[in-house]
């Protein structure tokens, strides 16, 4: 097996997530919205992949933190307590030319509407405005009445119903710092310049946790969070070399942030933010104490009472999504035919096993391995396929990064076993019929590595 030593970039992801079905963009039938997907099946299984493996590690299996689901639309009081409705912008400017808008900070990131190989500004026909501050929260009516009083906010970030909710977790609960609430839900911002495919989306899944603590004790939670969302990555197979941890300069962090590092993955377009750990402070609780009137502060048994500070690691699964495919995707040429596979960790992959019958017109075969299937497909997301050549199948499977395949062959009517193909590895070996759902839970249990080629 040798690898081909091109680079993977953002359009072979994107191709590959078209021709599997893994996204589409959306609305294509009426010309699409800019930079807004749909998730196909694979999509949905990958990101359900994602999702509860994020909870798993935040909260089932720990003893302090506990979930929450909050509403999409709160009170609009809320972004104005926590600062969003002031602060939460970007600076924008147009040009009167191309017609065309552009973050005033990312300029040099940006290309000019009329001569590409330029950036905005650069070009004798460029003709920007002055920077003007635009707020990216989306804007509804809640309610019969389109006016001022009825103006709300799509949530740019889950973090704000989990202070709103720190009260109720509190009491009812009956948590005391240091304790965390997790959340996962769709956020929404109007983003300038969104682009590189789910890199930068106006609608997104944020997977955030508050975690809630003696302020004394802020600075040790911040560098212990820090090293467990770093290890979240490895353990699910991401390459070390791939990522690294960027701490903010003080110009760099948001208005409620007094330390934020971020993890930065390696992506095709430069090392760029995956996932951020902020130390919030009394910031949020402070603010909301204030606006609301509702004192958000711990008091302990003793009497002593205090604010607790936050610490907040955030990600959105659209970031992971992209950085596992990105870091699985690989070319290599095996028995001098190429094949694109993906070396998803066996936990994230959308599909664990595919159960083919050799032979597609042989109804023994076709009969064993469904029968196969229906047993796989009580304990796990499989796949049955017999259309097409073996060979093509396979090369379907490990383009979906399918870690196994089960073949139903001549022998297999003869001895009841069947054939277990490797993804990565492309061994083969043996195995009763009977005992196969028994190896497919183990070998998911196994700890995995991305093989080095
Ligand atoms: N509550 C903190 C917060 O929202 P953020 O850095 O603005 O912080 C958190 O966002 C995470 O959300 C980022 O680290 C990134 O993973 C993801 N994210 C932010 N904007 C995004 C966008 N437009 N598209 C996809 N993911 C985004």
Redesign the pocket.
């Known amino acids: 097996m040798t690898e081909l030593a091109q680079p993977v970039t953002m359009d072979k992801i994107v191709s590959l997530c078209r021709r599997r079905g893994f996204v589409f963009p959306s609305s294509e039938i009426y010309g699409g919205l800019g930079s807004t997907y749909d998730y196909g099946h694979y999509g949905v299984l990958m990101k359900n992949n994602i999702r509860s493996l994020w909870f798993q590690a935040m909260v089932q299996e720990r003893d302090d933190i506990v979930a929450l689901d909050s509403a999409v639309i709160l009170n609009p009081r809320v972004w104005e307590a926590s600062g969003h409705v002031a602060e939460f912008t970007d600076p924008l400017v147009d040009c009167r030319t191309c017609k065309l808008r552009f973050r005033a900070d990312k300029l040099e990131d940006a290309q000019c509407g009329r001569k590409p190989s330029k950036h905005p500004g650069e070009f004798k026909e460029c003709d920007l405005t002055e920077a003007r501050q635009f707020n990216l929260m989306f804007e509804t009516h809640v309610g019969a009445l389109k006016d001022e009083s009825s103006l709300a906010y799509l949530r740019p ?1 889950t ?1 704000q119903g989990i202070f709103i909710n720190f009260k109720n977790v509190l009491q009812i609960a009956r948590r005391k710092p240091p304790f965390g609430i997790a959340q996962v839900g769709k956020s929404f ?1 109007n ?1 300038i310049t ?1 682009g590189n495919f ?5 609608e ?1 899944e ?1 997977m ?1 946790m508050e975690f809630f603590v003696p302020p004394g004790e802020a600075e040790q939670w911040y560098g212990y969070w820090i090293d467990q969302r770093f290890g979240w990555y490895l353990k699910y197979g991401v390459r070390e070399g791939n990522l690294r941890k960027r701490e903010h300069t003080a110009e760099e962090r ?1 208005h409620y942030s007094s330390g934020t590092t971020d993890i930065e993955f390696l992506y095709p377009i430069g090392w760029s ?4 750990v ?1 130390n919030r402070g009394d910031y949020d609780l402070t603010q909301h104490t204030r606006h609301s009137g509702t004192k958000l502060e711990y008091v302990g048994e003793g009497g002593e009472r205090y604010t607790p500070y936050v610490i ?1 690691p ?3 699964i ?2 992971i999504f992209v950085a596992l495919l990105v870091d699985a995707y690989h070319e290599e040429v095996v028995a001098e035919r190429e094949r694109t596979v993906l070396r998803l960790h066996p936990a994230v992959a959308p599909v664990k096993a595919a159960i083919l019958p050799l032979i597609s017109k042989n109804d023994e075969m076709v009969n064993r391995a469904r029968a196969l299937h229906e047993d796989l497909r009580q304990g796990q997301i499989v796949e049955y396929d017999d259309g097409g050549a073996i060979g093509r199948r396979y090369r379907r499977q490990d383009e979906i990064g399918t870690p196994f395949a089960f073949t139903v062959d001549e022998q297999t009517l003869e001895d009841d076993t069947v054939t277990v193909r490797d993804r990565d590895s492309l061994a083969q070996e043996r195995l009763p019929i009977g005992g196969v759902r028994a190896w497919l839970d183990d070998a998911l249990e196994r700890p995995w590595q991305a093989p080095k080629i």
């Open positions: 970030e973090a911002r983003e969104p789910l890199f930068r989306v106006r997104f944020l955030e948001s933010e995956l996932e951020g902020a907040e955030a990600v959105s659209e970031r």
